[in-house]
Every structure is written in C-alpha cells, then in structure tokens.
C-alpha cells in the first residue's frame, strides 16, 4: 500500500517556476515506478512524465519537454516535478502517481496503482 500527497501547487505568473512534491508512504516506495499527470477543467487527465523506480530513467510529454524536470529521492519517498517557463495553458490540477511496472506505458494512467490527491497549479498570462 502506497499513500501519496502533493503540495507546491499555487498561482504564478507565465514564464515563472514552481516546484511540486509528492511524498509517499510505505517501506516499498523504491520499488514504484512514479507518473505525473495533470487535469484542467473540462478536460481529460493528461500525462505529463515518468520516472523509473530507480530514477534512472525519465520519460515527459512533449508539451512539458524541455521545461519540466522529474526527480525522485527515494531515500525520503519523495518525488519532484520542477516545472519552469510556465504557461497560461498548465493551468490543470496535477496528480502524482505511482505504479509497479508502469515505466513501460508510463502515459496511460491504467498502469498505475495509486494517486495522490492533487494540487492545483495556476499560471496567470
């Protein structure tokens, strides 16, 4: 059993930079692969990058590619999505995720076993 809860979420202008975390419980954390993903109003949960159990891998949308930064330490359960030049069109609740295996179709939100909660990000034009 895996808990996750986001925070880091908060209103920012376009171009600006906000950081969000994912701290997870359990002793098996290491062993999950970590998703994010995000939802704006009206739409569909969409994906927004991966990172392996190990951290040695990362995998991201090509609408976040180049700004958005996935980490992990998995010696504090934690996970981070580093998000940078933002835009008016991030706007969207983010989830972290967390499943065993999901690297491999780390885009389809199926694969995962386990969602935090949410936290709202809002850019501002």
């Known amino acids: 059993q895996v808990q996750l809860v986001e925070s880091g979420g908060g209103l920012v202008q376009a171009g600006g930079s906000l950081r969000l975390s994912c701290a997870a419980s359990g002793r098996t954390f290491s062993s999950y692969d970590m998703g994010w993903f995000r939802q704006a109003p009206g739409k569909e949960r969409e994906f927004v990058g991966a990172?392996?159990?190990?951290?040695?891998?990362?995998y991201y949308a090509d609408s976040v590619k180049g700004r958005f930064t996935i980490s992990r330490d998995n010696a504090k359960n934690m996970v981070y999505l580093q998000m940078n030049s933002l835009k008016p069109e991030d706007t969207a609740v983010y989830y972290c995720a967390a499943g065993r295996g999901s690297y491999r179709r780390s885009w389809l939100p199926a694969e995962y076993e386990y969602w935090g909660q949410g936290t709202q990000v809002t850019v501002s034009s």
């Open positions: 990172i392996r159990w190990s951290g040695s891998s990362t």
